[in-house]
């Protein structure tokens, strides 16, 4: 099915340690963005890629480095990671943001 | 910046009750308004939207208007079910935040038989 897709689902991770959280969209869309939510904080803007080649910080960088891949693919890295990155991410695609987003089903990572 | 406020949740109905959930806005130029929902263990679906000023965005049995004097765009639904149950957003496009999206804290909406 058409969407976007994000690997892996769940991640328990310990302090210190590093992965990268992997996004592809389907849909031919020029800008992608990462998300974290957290209770009570709705959702807060890590990085986006308005088109291949650009990525930009969003509202809560730190800690976090993104690389667009090309058109398709826009990963997420934590270097080393911190309880406090405990939440659960999400990707998302637009054609163009004015037009809203499509999500994918989200990572749901734990730091211990 | 560009902000949303969502009505503070949770919100519990039973039924078949008229449901609204407020969103207020603050932007500047001409923003695109959406809702989103959120059911349990998913990712967010866009559930409708509006892109000017009066517009009235409409799906599945919820509505919501655009309204620009109240700088608002309330969620309503005249009679919600028990698969309504989901966490719901609020999210301004455009303004001064071209290309990204800037949404509310979300309500969680539980609905009992």
């Known amino acids: 099915n058409a969407g976007v897709t994000q690997t892996p689902k769940f991640q328990v991770l310990k302090t210190g340690q590093s992965m990268t959280l992997q996004c592809a969209q389907d849909?031919?869309?020029?800008?992608m963005y990462w998300y974290r939510q957290d209770p009570g904080m709705g959702l807060r803007l890590i990085y986006y890629?308005?088109?291949?080649?650009?990525?930009d910080k969003g509202e809560v960088p730190n800690g976090y480095n993104v690389s667009r891949l090309n058109k398709r693919e826009f990963s997420l890295r934590l270097e080393s990671a911190a309880p406090s990155q405990t939440s659960v991410y999400f990707c998302?695609?637009?054609?163009?943001?004015?037009?809203?987003?499509?999500f994918g089903s989200g990572t749901r990572l734990t730091v211990v | 910046g560009d902000s949303v406020t969502q009505m503070e949740g949770p919100v519990t109905l039973s039924e078949e009750a008229f449901l609204t959930i407020n969103c207020t806005y603050t932007?500047?130029?001409?923003?695109?308004l959406f809702w989103y929902v959120q059911y349990p263990g998913e990712g967010l679906q866009l559930l409708l939207k509006?892109?000017?000023?009066?517009d009235k965005g409409s799906n599945k049995g919820f509505e919501a208007t655009y309204r620009k004097e109240t700088t608002s765009f309330h969620l309503e639904k005249g009679s919600v079910q028990v698969s309504d149950s989901a966490v719901y957003f609020c999210?301004?496009?455009?303004?001064?935040?071209?290309?990204?999206?800037?949404f509310g804290q979300g309500t969680i909406l539980t609905v009992h038989p």
């Open positions: 999210a301004l496009g455009g303004g001064t935040s071209y290309g990204k999206l800037t």
């Open positions: 509006a892109t000017k000023a009066d």
């Open positions: 998302a695609s637009s054609p163009d943001g004015a037009y809203g987003y499509t």
């Open positions: 849909m031919n869309h020029n800008s």
């Open positions: 890629s308005a088109s291949e080649g650009t990525t």
């Open positions: 932007a500047t130029g001409y923003p695109s």
